[in-house]
């Protein structure tokens, strides 16, 4: 009876040779079936990550050159994430730029405007005391 049974295999792709290893099945306990590379090694036998690419299990040169090519694919969204970062700051600097500005122009439109206000609600008052001195001299000519 075997418990565990492991296969290894010699895989080529690309003109490369490499071994994996699986276990094609284990009595009594959970366990992986993926395939997955392996180096030997002056210090013994080296698991390697599985990594699965858009074929399937990438070993060797392959592997490394779609590690290469993911890696560069994910700093190319790193940077464009962070350009857009950067433009929406702009555009918020911009933006704040121009309410400053308005702000400042109403301000001053205010104080322009209260000015006029305050010249109209006097010259209605003092129209308003010409019209009591002639209502008064009016009423002081009629006696």
Known sequence: ??????????????????????????????????????????????????????????????RITQEAKDNSEKLMHFQEIEQKKLALERKRKNLMAQIATLQSEFEAEEAVTKKMIEIEENRILVNAKDQEKIVLSRKSDNK
């Open 1 to 62: 009876m075997i418990d565990t049974w492991l296969l290894l295999r010699d895989i080529e792709i690309g003109g490369e040779r490499n071994r994996g290893i699986y276990v094609l099945k284990s009595r009594g306990m959970s366990h992986s079936n993926q395939i997955r590379e392996f180096l030997l090694t002056d210090n013994g036998i080296v698991l390697r990550n599985v990594y699965i690419g858009m074929e399937g299990v990438l070993t060797g040169s392959a």
